[in-house]
């Protein structure tokens, strides 16, 4: 690998060199390595928007600091990762500035390993991989853009790392619990556990109990950063912290160049195929459309102006995600709307760009998603949002600008289709006021520049040179006056 690092017995001093940059200004020199750990680091969803994004911008601000990624997908190379985030999110990086750790172990973190106690079990699979981690390379910042908290103990006692925390979502949650204590089936509460008052009860001394751990690990944090108001209103309450809101990064600036009139008639849906995003809801929705409006149906050879297009775009991680696109293949057959949907799968970005800049609605179900950067990009492409009508999209993003609505939100499959036929409906001035108020709003709000400048005030203190040097971590030389400095302090 392109990092050698070497740890001095008996006290904190270490090296690190870049190859092929032998630069004799000591500005350049590498002094800190920044470990991701993002064990899906090349799924292609939000999540690693905000990994990349953050990459590339200490690549910039910190160039004498090291990122290397920890990463799962063992099936590809440093190279093909780093073609993908091009592709995908339109970002290049300094490749001599970033490296990769492939663990072997990723196994132990994935949805099939544990059909039962998943929480627990999968907190305790990342702590076996996050070992593997920190056997391979030991970072002196420990970063994780995944949630997975367990990791911290390890990091910071063993690794001696300074732990950052990017959290996406809390792995347990007070909604959580109350959807349990409620009896109410979910992706995360089983049938047979709600409609169990036995197995409810003794759920939620397993779900209390996790939350007491979690809290725990979460002590181990030196900055944690939320990616949204419902996320810090939960993360502050389990860990009893103060946490700084960064909202995810949108490159807005590649959406908003699309036209905004003569849209087709098409809903965009862009999720990860992950059970919790609700896919089965919105083709429920569609469903139900059709059903009030039997005019909007498709049909094969038919030529119908009227007709409405679901097109289901986002990436696949693994079997278990390509199996649930079968799934919802097979219901849509199933609810007689097929011919209505679409199904595109691992696009690049410039796919995602020509759907962007053809749909007219953007559709997200996912209950309480902790924030929805899928729903950022539909306002700033110009789509209208028609959003869950819960937590991130709720609270942050589907909100009133200059005092009027930028989307709609709904809860059950009849208020999602009624706001879509509201947008099909809309007469073109009203549409066209709507989606520019939208798109004004997060550009204001949630544009890479605005990520950039919240997240390198969060990062300061763990990654700036004057900062290591300050705190006394000896990770590089100390200036020649502050040695001075502390030799006069000493005489004295």
């Not at 410039?350 to 007219?360: M, T, V, Y």
Request: with cysteine; proline share 4%.
């Amino acid at each position: 690998m392109a990092l050698e690092r070497e740890k001095k017995t008996g006290n904190t001093s270490k090296k690190v060199k870049r190859d092929g940059k032998n630069s004799e200004d000591k500005k350049d020199e590498p002094y800190l390595i920044a470990g991701f750990f993002h064990p899906y680091c090349n799924a292609g969803g939000g999540g690693e928007r905000v990994l990349w994004t953050a990459i590339r911008d200490i690549q910039e601000k910190y160039p004498g600091v090291i990122s290397v990624v920890y990463t799962g997908d063992t099936d590809v190379t440093k190279q093909d990762i780093l073609d993908r985030v091009s592709n995908r999110f339109n970002i290049n990086l300094d490749p001599s500035l970033v490296d990769f750790e492939f663990l072997e172990k990723r196994y132990w973190i994935e949805d099939a390993k544990w059909p039962r106690f998943t929480l627990i079990g999968q907190s305790f699979g990342s702590m076996v991989l996050g070992w593997e981690a920190l056997k391979k390379v030991v970072p002196d910042v420990w970063i994780d853009t995944m949630g997975y908290a367990f990791t911290y103990p390890a990091a910071h006692m063993f690794g001696g790392c300074q732990i950052v925390a990017y959290v996406h979502y809390p792995s347990i949650s007070s909604d959580m619990i109350g959807r349990v204590a409620s009896r109410e089936s979910s992706h995360n509460n089983a049938s047979q556990v709600a409609s169990s008052p036995l197995y409810t009860a003794l759920k939620l001394v397993y779900y209390r109990g996790f939350a007491m751990l979690y809290a725990l690990v979460g002590a181990f944090c030196n900055v944690v950063m939320a990616n949204s108001s419902w996320t810090k209103g939960h993360i502050d309450s389990l860990w009893n912290i103060q946490s700084t809101v960064v909202y995810p990064p949108c490159d807005t600036n590649a959406f908003n160049q699309s036209s905004l009139r003569d849209r087709e008639r098409i809903i965009l849906s862009v999720a990860q195929f992950r059970p919790e995003k609700g896919h089965g809801l919105q083709l429920e929705a569609l469903a139900q459309l059709l059903n009030n409006h039997p005019e909007y149906k498709r049909q094969e050879g038919v030529e119908n102006p009227l007709a409405v297009q679901l097109v289901m775009l986002g990436s696949a991680r693994d079997a278990s995600d390509q199996a649930r696109i079968q799934q919802l293949k097979d219901k849509s057959v199933e609810l007689g709307i097929s011919e209505n949907v679409t199904f595109v799968v691992n696009a690049p970005f410039s796919e995602l760009q020509a759907w962007l800049a053809r749909a007219k609605i953007g559709i997200h179900a996912m209950r309480d998603e902790h924030f929805g950067i899928g729903v950022v990009e539909y306002m700033a492409a110009g789509l209208i949002p028609v959003a869950h009508n819960s937590a991130g999209p709720k609270m942050d993003i589907v909100r009133p600008y200059n005092n009027a609505a930028t989307g709609y939100l709904a809860t059950t499959s009849q208020e999602f289709a009624e706001a879509i036929e509201k947008v099909l409906t809309a007469d073109e001035s009203s549409l066209l006021d709507m989606q520019l108020r939208a798109r004004d709003s997060v550009q204001e709000r949630f544009s890479e520049k605005v990520f950039e400048d919240q997240i390198q005030k969060c990062l300061h203190q763990v990654l700036s040179r004057e900062k290591v040097v300050i705190f006394g971590s000896k990770l590089i030389p100390a200036p020649a006056e502050v040695v001075a400095q502390e030799a006069a302090s000493s005489s004295t």
